[in-house]
Nanobody, 129 residues
């Protein structure tokens, strides 16, 4: 059962920007910490960013720091991932996921995807000239 819905992916040139959205039609996202993960062909799924439900603390892996920004819009129950200065290495399927478990912190890069309770089907991001 799909719990989250991602959108906003597409094809963009290197240096370009995209904004991904994560919506939850059936529950309130502000109750959960939300993570953004990505998976490239032949690679394992990796976390890139997360936002906690308390104090809205935000964390990023080093490879996206300064380029990606995660934000929460409580009014429309949506989480965003603004991605700037995109690189070909950012090409992947991007997923958002929600959890009530403590996965979101400074070591987000080592987050175990099995801790996440709800997932979307993903949105494809392709960075290519």
């Amino acid at each position: 059962q799909v719990q989250l819905v991602e959108s906003g992916g597409g094809l963009v040139q290197p240096g370009g920007s995209l904004r991904l959205s994560c919506a939850a039609p059936a529950f309130t996202l502000s109750w959960y910490a939300i993570g953004w993960f990505r998976q490239a062909p032949g690679k394992e799924r990796e976390a890139v960013s997360c936002i906690r439900n308390s104090a809205d603390s935000k964390y990023y892996v080093d490879s996206v720091k300064g380029r990606f920004t995660v934000s929460r819009h409580i009014g429309n129950n949506t989480i965003y991932l603004q991605m700037n200065s995109l690189k070909p290495d950012d090409t992947a399927t991007y997923y958002c996921a929600a959890s009530g478990k403590p996965f979101c912190g400074k070591k987000i890069g080592a987050a175990d995807p099995s801790l996440l309770d709800y997932w979307g089907l993903g949105t494809q991001v392709t960075v290519s000239s």
